[in-house]
């Protein structure tokens, strides 16, 4: 009886501490969810780190900034990915469900780029006629100093925050009837490489098969594209600045990653992603 009872303590014990190991060697999980223009970079971000980070499990989803802003907001995410600033109304609904205005950490910079199709002759543009472009007033590519043709218009969706950035600094109005608007960057990008005659927006980190124009803060200013160096002077006029948001200050392997990610080895991915550094 004595031994059946040695036994079922054993048992008992051996039992525990596989429970007990189980617990705490299960991986914090951690979710980010929204701004499409950020979705690669996240998605490295979570797939270097957790490389030399098994305590962490990190969940990357994108489908626009506004989405993932609202899902911070519900409790179904831990970070918030977005390409423009929290609005006042989106803080007070956090604020009346959370009580607190949340966390803001800008992880990195961006140059919205303007996307051109190889064969149009236009090289750059003003953001006045990028700004008329987009609201209609200009709707041949002549007027600009292109050929006699239309202009087509592509553009993100409204839950996007590269839409709302670009309507609010750029276009400083309602948007054409005639733009088209797209679920994703890739998807613009795409819209343009095969319209000879099409012009988009999105993240820099995205260019690839289109030519990228040349944009001037007016008509008297010199002309860039995007780079570290004319995004960091501010002579590149439609720079931005990408964020990271969260209910409230980061704790344990949440504030690990975010430092990490601040840190030289997350800057270092910025930049091999085609994006900018924050310092």
């Given at each position: 009886?004595?031994?059946?009872?040695?036994?079922?303590?054993?048992?008992?014990?051996?039992?525990?501490?596989?429970?007990?190991?189980?617990?705490?060697?299960?991986p914090e999980r951690i979710t980010v969810k929204g701004s499409d223009t950020l979705v690669i970079l996240a998605q490295k971000w979570a797939e270097e780190y957790m490389k030399t980070n098994s305590g962490a499990n990190?969940?990357?989803?994108?489908?626009?900034?506004?989405?993932?802003?609202s899902a911070l907001i519900n409790g179904a995410t831990d970070i918030a990915n977005a390409s423009r600033k929290m609005k006042q109304t989106e803080k007070d609904k956090l604020?009346?469900?959370?009580?607190?205005?949340?966390?803001?950490?800008?992880?990195?910079?961006?140059?919205?780029?303007?996307?051109?199709?190889?064969?149009?002759?236009?090289?750059?543009?003003?953001?006045?006629q990028l700004s008329d472009i987009y609201k209609g007033v200009i709707t041949n590519w002549?007027?600009?100093?292109?050929?006699?043709?239309?202009?087509?218009?592509?553009?993100?969706?409204?839950?996007?925050?590269?839409?709302?950035?670009?309507?609010?600094?750029?276009?400083?109005?309602?948007?054409?009837?005639?733009?088209?608007?797209?679920?994703?960057?890739?998807?613009?990008v795409n819209a343009v490489k095969k319209d000879a005659y099409g012009i988009g927006y999105g993240g820099a980190a995205y260019a690839e098969g289109?030519?990228?124009?040349?944009?001037?803060?007016?008509?008297?200013?010199?002309?860039?594209?995007?780079?570290?160096?004319?995004?960091?002077?501010?002579?590149?006029?439609i720079t931005r600045f990408l964020y990271m948001y969260l209910r409230n200050r980061p704790t344990g392997e949440t504030k690990k990653y975010i430092d990490w990610i601040l840190g030289?080895?997350?800057?270092?991915?910025?930049?091999?992603m085609g994006y900018f550094p924050v310092k």
């Amino acid at each position: 009886m004595k031994k059946l009872n040695l036994l079922k303590s054993a048992i008992i014990a051996v039992l525990v501490g596989l429970v007990c190991f189980a617990f705490t060697a299960a991986p914090e999980r951690i979710t980010v969810k929204g701004s499409d223009t950020l979705v690669i970079l996240a998605q490295k971000w979570a797939e270097e780190y957790m490389k030399t980070n098994s305590g962490a499990n990190i969940q990357v989803t994108g489908g626009g900034s506004g989405v993932g802003i609202s899902a911070l907001i519900n409790g179904a995410t831990d970070i918030a990915n977005a390409s423009r600033k929290m609005k006042q109304t989106e803080k007070d609904k956090l604020k009346q469900r959370y009580n607190t205005l949340g966390v803001e950490v800008a992880c990195a910079k961006d140059g919205i780029t303007i996307y051109l199709n190889p064969a149009n002759k236009v090289t750059e543009l003003s953001i006045k006629q990028l700004s008329d472009i987009y609201k209609g007033v200009i709707t041949n590519w002549k007027e600009v100093g292109g050929a006699d043709q239309s202009i087509k218009l592509y553009g993100r969706e409204n839950s996007s925050g590269t839409y709302v950035f670009f309507q609010e600094n750029v276009v400083k109005g309602d948007y054409a009837s005639s733009c088209q608007t797209l679920p994703g960057t890739a998807a613009v990008v795409n819209a343009v490489k095969k319209d000879a005659y099409g012009i988009g927006y999105g993240g820099a980190a995205y260019a690839e098969g289109i030519v990228i124009c040349k944009v001037k803060k007016d008509d008297k200013s010199a002309a860039f594209v995007p780079t570290a160096e004319t995004i960091k002077t501010g002579e590149y006029p439609i720079t931005r600045f990408l964020y990271m948001y969260l209910r409230n200050r980061p704790t344990g392997e949440t504030k690990k990653y975010i430092d990490w990610i601040l840190g030289a080895e997350g800057q270092k991915l910025v930049v091999d992603m085609g994006y900018f550094p924050v310092k």
